[in-house]
């Protein structure tokens, strides 16, 4: 039992003898590795990884001066290894992926002179090999936005396909691009840029298919024919400026009448708008009304004006692009005074007045003995015999309450002489005796 742990006791013994053979910071983990690389590729294409040892505090430690101090050791299979080249505290492969995937590449670093001492730092990346071309689709225009894919429309926009490649692997291979500008145009040109310009508002997507075509030597001694390709895509938002605001509403309005006012802007939404009612047509400063985002190109406004007098709505709006000020100017009149309002209080003062006509001539029909009746009332509007109602009634019956009554005085009076009965005749035949 005792003999089975030998063999572990040996190679204690064999790594601390080799411990003061290695760099006297590797115990404390005061070095780490950055790798870089100008991947991904497409296969075939050759790709670089370099690994660089610097301190672990942003540097403020000092590398130790040997130029051999340190090794580097590569793990990179099943990428083909195409060079190798070490320096002072760093080391570059070169390798190249003939079939696609996602390849780790790992590297770690021990002293120069004992492969198998502690590492004194370790890294890995993972280094994608794809069978389609590799790039990007840039997107330029002369006026910048502050926001990120935004462009404005009718100015030209530069659209340009970058090819990657660091080793310069397509150097003989000829390319066609097919563009499609997501409204409808599409393009097929030899070049990998074109200059286009939008009329309209909106978002599109604007794509390309590249094609890259050359000859290489095949395995069996002969020339083919080789090509590859790949699809890329940006979207693109365009917007307008805004270029003002139409106003839409009335210019005269009575008090404690709601307006409605309706604001078309010309521009591209998103919006912030904001507006506030002055006694004149002044510019808005900052901070003197609340802004209000507006997603459409209209807006509606309103307000109930409880003061007459002369206002101005001063309107302020903006997008990412630009901003601009518009001004509408509005009287409003007091309200009308309304015959409705009236309309009782004058009725009930026409009862009185004419139940008071009617108890007087019932009155002095009783007391006159002496006035000869009148048979045959005329009850026509033309007739002087006709009484009329004194002034005080008849212009306040004209004035507050014509539309309640009716018509012409003659039409009350027949309604009156239908409800009452002809006086009664004021004499009475004389009776004759015989003696």
């Excluded at 309103?302 to 601009?324: L, M, Q, W």
Aim: charged content about 15%; some cysteine; glycine content about 6%.
């Amino acid at each position: 039992m005792a003999l089975a742990h030998w063999p572990r006791l040996g190679h204690i013994l064999w790594l601390a003898c080799l411990l003061p053979l290695a760099p006297a910071r590797v115990a404390a983990g005061l070095y780490e590795l950055q790798l870089t690389t100008d991947g991904p590729a497409t296969t075939g294409a050759e790709v670089t990884v370099t690994a660089s040892l610097v301190a672990d505090d942003n540097g403020s430690l000092v590398l130790p001066a040997s130029t051999h101090f340190y090794r580097f050791h590569w793990i990179h299979t099943p990428l083909m290894l195409m060079g190798k080249t070490d320096e002072a505290f760093s080391s570059t492969i070169r390798v190249v992926g003939n079939v696609a995937g996602n390849f780790p590449v790992t590297v770690w670093v021990t002293a120069a002179n004992c492969g198998m001492c502690r590492p004194v730092a370790r890294s890995f990346l993972v280094l994608p090999i794809t069978e389609f071309l590799m790039g990007n689709l840039v997107v330029t225009q002369n006026t910048s936005l502050p926001w990120p894919s935004s462009y404005l429309t009718k100015t030209v926009l530069k659209v340009s396909f970058l090819l990657h490649d660091p080793s310069n692997f397509f150097k003989t291979a000829s390319f066609l691009y097919r563009w499609d500008f997501g409204d409808g145009t599409l393009l097929v040109t030899k070049d990998a840029t074109v200059y286009y310009n939008y009329s309209i508002i909106g978002t599109f997507t604007v794509k390309v298919k590249v094609v890259a075509q050359w000859e290489q030597a095949m395995p069996d001694a002969g020339k083919g024919t080789v090509q590859k390709t790949g699809d890329f895509s940006a979207s693109l938002k365009l917007q307008e400026t805004l270029r003002g605001i139409q106003v839409l509403g009335p210019t005269l309005i009575q008090t404690f009448q709601k307006m409605i006012v309706t604001l078309n802007f010309l521009g591209s939404p998103p919006l912030s708008v904001c507006w506030r009612l002055k006694p004149e047509c002044l510019p808005l400063e900052e901070g003197e009304c609340h802004p209000v985002a507006v997603d459409s190109t209209a807006y509606n406004l309103t307000h109930t004006f409880r003061d007459p007098g002369d206002y101005c709505f001063s309107i302020r709006a903006e997008n990412v692009i630009s901003k601009t000020h518009q001004y509408h100017k509005i009287q409003v009149w007091p309200s009308s005074i309304q015959p409705a309002v009236f309309a009782f209080p004058c009725a009930t003062l026409i009862t009185m007045m004419l139940a008071f006509i009617m108890y007087m001539t019932l009155r002095n029909a009783a007391h006159q003995k002496d006035m000869v009746e009148v048979a045959d009332f005329d009850f026509s509007p033309m007739s002087d015999k006709n009484p009329e109602p004194p002034t005080g009634v008849r212009c306040c019956c004209q004035m507050c309450c014509g539309p309640f009554l009716l018509e012409t005085p003659s039409e009350y009076l027949e309604v009156v002489r239908e409800n009452h009965g002809l006086l009664p005749p004021l004499y009475k035949s004389v009776k004759t005796y015989t003696v």
